[in-house]
């Protein structure tokens, strides 16, 4: 079956760690998104990806960064700079032309 | 810039009760997406749409286009239903979705 997989699901962190989120797709999609979600807040762009090898900056990029190396795949690395990084991290997908997105499901990440 | 409005944030519904969830968006689109999140976070996309309506068992998506708004529906609703629905579009084809706050749903037996 197609899909979009995040690992893992619970990371905890010691402050001042770096971690890296994984999120694989087999959908064959172009395009992928990294979401930060805050209690009773809206999911927030972290970085996206419309073709591999390129990547942007979405509103809240700060303390975050990625790579696209394959298409299947769009690492998210949180570093030590990130001041707040405990949150539910999303991952998506979608065909590059628009399309249904495709969800992840999740990781919830705390900083111990 | 695109904004997003979901309305109501929270909602309380008896089992049974036909339920409305709103959302308002700012500029023109191409379509809109509507989503669910469970408890346990994981996030499925219901509908995407760019006209008229769209049904799928007691779910019902409707949007306005010119208004610039678009409605779900649930039918018959059952505790099963209690998730956070979400609006979220895309301020042009390619571009990521802009996502509204959500509605929080529970639907009590």
């Known amino acids: 079956d197609g899909g979009i997989t995040q690992s893992p699901k619970y990371l905890f962190r010691k402050e001042g760690q770096n971690v890296t989120l994984s999120c694989e797709q087999n959908l064959n999609h172009d395009a992928m998104y990294w979401y930060r979600q805050d209690p009773g807040q809206g999911l927030r762009l972290i970085y996206y990806s419309q073709i591999v090898n390129d990547f942007q900056k979405g509103d809240i990029a700060e303390g975050y960064s990625v790579s696209r190396e394959k298409k299947e795949s769009f690492p998210l690395t949180v570093t030590s700079a990130q001041k707040n990084p405990t949150a539910f991290y999303l991952c998506?997908?979608?065909?590059?032309?628009?399309?249904?997105?495709?969800f992840g499901q999740g990781t919830r990440l705390t900083v111990v | 810039k695109n904004e997003v409005e979901q309305s109501p944030q929270n909602l309380t519904a008896q089992e049974g009760e036909f339920i409305t969830i709103n959302c308002s968006y700012s500029?023109?689109?191409?379509?809109l997406h509507w989503l669910q999140q469970h408890p346990g976070g994981g996030i499925v996309s219901l509908f995407m749409l760019s006209s008229g309506k769209k049904k799928h068992g007691r779910l019902i998506a409707t949007i306005n286009i010119q208004e610039k708004h678009s409605s779900l529906h649930i039918t018959a609703s059952h505790p099963r239903d209690s998730a956070v629905y979400i609006c979220a579009v895309p301020p042009s084809g390619n571009t990521p979705l802009v996502f509204g706050k959500g509605t929080r749903l529970s639907v009590i037996a």
């Open positions: 500029v023109g689109i191409s379509a």
């Open positions: 998506a997908s979608r065909m590059y032309s628009a399309g249904q997105a495709f």
